[in-house]
């Protein structure tokens, strides 16, 4: 099977877990919504859970599964099975005390931490002390989702996605059960949210060790930190925990932005964020994390005109679905978040502030997808210095548009200057792999980008017109409203697929192989 493939099949069953985790997502938010609206409380909430989830993904699921992948692939490639098995015993012991010592930190620093990434919180007093309450309660989370991230490392060299890829089920279905069950028990509502993300991530980390073991990795204390592939790992983890995160930066750089902005704000950009990583998870992540190993295993066997097609497919795989999904959000934004999320506390303006953060949010949709792609090449070929350095450009960049847009646009503006930081990062991540790898299918990618494009518009234009049928400023008629979004979203997608077959895209004619392949 060509590697291709396997990053096809791969990126599949990711996507459908992932999938799977964001519709639960879906209902997560809805009830959160419902529950605390959009208001002071949620912003705490919010905010409180930032921090942890972006240590999570900047030391677990960031730097820590990249850097670890390329490194135990080459092991698992050119090593004996015991000596893999001895790498796994040093990273899960140097890992777990890492990962307690910063949690241990992060509590003690709750204070500190909130008024950094949210100073505007400090006017009010009690906004400020619930968001800390609810920090220290969560941040326990990153602990368990740090090994995690070190068993889905694991289990994709190990070419198994399924486990890692179905567990964040766990932590939506454990947030939504424990608003039900709480809600009325405690005195502050909002505690059961907390609650319910750390045990969402305890589960999410114990459901891991049973894949494991039929792999026959077990866990054992090895403090053995000279270990040669512990060193390797080290140097690729500490730029990492920047380099692969530009985007998560990012939202974290918006949030200290937004916290001076009205209440509400956090809340705007955190749902409007939500529905953008909706397609990101289902095919950009999705297929990034699948390609990880290929692209490991073939640096590792110097097979380096494979590993060009190889990231040549998969940047144009991923625009094939992040392209028409940008147009899908931009146009069908409002029926989206009316259906969604406008019940209860959160109201028809809450609606179109959301909408409008998602407009901006949607136009680097591709650029974000794109760099999720390339990402993955640098650290397949163990250089993590050069996206650490354009991240670092990258986020000065977000941060001057920040400062140019907030006052015109507002919450908005922090969405757009989002997207245009992302979009400089793909460009400048693009020039400088291709001229690591002396060459690239630049002009191959750019002629498939295009023909993408032209297909998206008429879906994008015709979805539209058919939901503009329906009244989406009020609440009610959700099955007529249900009926009308789906429409359009099935009519949008038969003629993006017919268009992208009569213009014989690549990217097409290989899915329909494939599907024909497993009949």
């Not at 590993?307 to 409002?334: D, H, N, Q, W, Y």
């Amino acid at each position: 099977m060509s590697e291709t493939h396997r990053i096809t099949k791969a990126a599949t069953t990711i996507g459908m877990g992932t999938l799977l985790s964001r519709i639960l997502g879906f209902f997560r938010d809805m009830v959160i919504a419902h529950f605390f609206g959009a208001g002071m409380v949620a912003d705490a909430f919010f905010v409180a859970f930032r921090i942890p989830n972006l240590w999570r993904r900047l030391v677990g699921e960031g730097s820590m599964t990249i850097s670890f992948i390329p490194v135990y692939t080459e092991y698992l490639t050119l090593r004996s099975e015991e000596e893999s098995r001895e790498v796994t015993h040093i990273a899960f012991t140097i890992a777990g005390v890492i990962l307690l010592i910063l949690t241990l930190l992060g509590i003690f620093f709750s204070p500190i931490l909130i008024q950094v990434i949210a100073p505007g919180f400090i006017q009010i007093p009690e906004k400020f002390q619930l968001t800390v309450t609810l920090n220290q309660i969560i941040f326990p989370y990153l602990f368990f989702m740090g090994l995690f991230a070190l068993c889905m490392g694991i289990l994709n060299s190990h070419r198994h996605f399924f486990a890692p890829a179905i567990a964040p089920i766990f932590l939506n279905i454990s947030i939504i059960f424990s608003v039900f069950l709480f809600y009325h028990t405690f005195q502050i509502p909002v505690m059961t949210l907390a609650l319910g993300v750390l045990a969402g991530g305890v589960i999410q980390f114990l459901f891991q060790i049973p894949f494991l073991w039929k792999k026959r990795i077990t866990f054992r204390l090895n403090f053995n930190y000279r270990h040669p592939a512990i060193k390797r790992i080290g140097l690729l983890m500490v730029p990492g925990m920047i380099g692969t995160a530009v985007y998560q930066l990012n939202v974290f750089v918006d949030t200290i932005f937004a916290s001076f902005l009205p209440s509400g704000s956090v809340s705007y950009l955190f749902f409007a964020d939500r529905l953008l990583e909706f397609p990101l998870g289902i095919f950009a992540i999705a297929v990034g994390m699948a390609s990880l190993p290929s692209l490991s295993k073939l640096a590792s066997q110097e097979k380096m005109e494979e590993f060009r097609e190889t990231l040549s497919f998969s940047f144009r795989l991923v625009s094939f679905i992040s392209v028409p999904a940008m147009v899908g959000l931009i146009a069908l934004k409002t029926p989206i978040i009316n259906l969604l999320f406008q019940r209860g506390l959160f109201d028809y303006n809450a609606t179109e502030k959301t909408a409008l953060a998602l407009l901006f949010y949607s136009v680097g949709l591709w650029a974000i997808a794109g760099s999720r792609t390339i990402v993955p090449a640098f650290y397949s070929l163990q250089d993590t210095w050069t996206p650490l350095k354009i991240a670092l450009i990258c986020l000065a960049a977000n941060i001057i548009f920040n400062a140019i847009f907030i006052i015109p646009l507002k919450h908005a503006g922090l969405a757009l200057a989002t997207s245009l930081s992302s979009t400089l990062n793909l460009i400048l991540l693009s020039k400088k792999l291709g001229s690591k790898l002396g060459g690239g299918d630049i002009k191959k990618n750019i002629k498939s980008l295009l023909r993408i494009i032209g297909c998206s518009l008429p879906m994008g234009f015709i979805a539209f017109l058919i939901c503009s049928l329906g009244t989406w400023s009020t609440t009610g008629h959700a099955g007529v409203k249900i009926m009308l979004l789906l429409s359009g979203i099935v009519t949008g997608l038969g003629i993006y697929l017919a268009c992208s077959y009569w213009m014989k895209n690549e990217e097409m004619l290989f899915l329909l192989r494939m599907i024909k392949k497993r009949k």
